[in-house]
């Protein structure tokens, strides 16, 4: 079993920054991917950025040059670090983990973007 424990959620301004951050823990072999997904109120859960063992990071359209994923190997941590952030990107964000073939979800941290 792999835990996960996310911090960085809150409330922001629209234009503001806000950092994310996910620790793994647990039985971890090999993580092949980590990364973050969102889900806003009343629409589906999407995938905002991720990064694959081999340093492959991918970005939703709609984050590309605002969000960044960085990955620590030794802490078996994944940041996100958003900036320009709109009121659009309020979602509920949660961390994922593939580790091996099996995935993980962390609980969910809460973003609000608003004036």
């Known amino acids: 079993q792999v835990q996960l424990v996310e911090s960085g959620g809150g409330l922001v301004q629209p234009g503001g920054s806000l950092r994310l951050s996910c620790v793994a823990s647990g039985s971890i072999f090999r993580i092949n991917a980590m990364g973050w997904y969102r889900q806003a109120p009343g629409k589906q859960r999407e995938l905002v950025a991720r990064?694959?063992?081999?340093?492959?990071?991918n970005y939703a359209g709609s984050v590309k040059g605002r969000f960044t994923l960085s990955r620590d190997n030794v802490k078996n941590t994944v940041y996100l670090q958003m900036n320009s952030l709109k009121p659009e990107d309020t979602a509920v964000y949660y961390c994922h983990v593939q580790e091996r073939n099996l995935n993980y979800w962390g609980k969910g941290t809460l973003v609000t973007v608003s004036s």
């Open positions: 990064i694959t063992s081999g340093s492959t990071t």
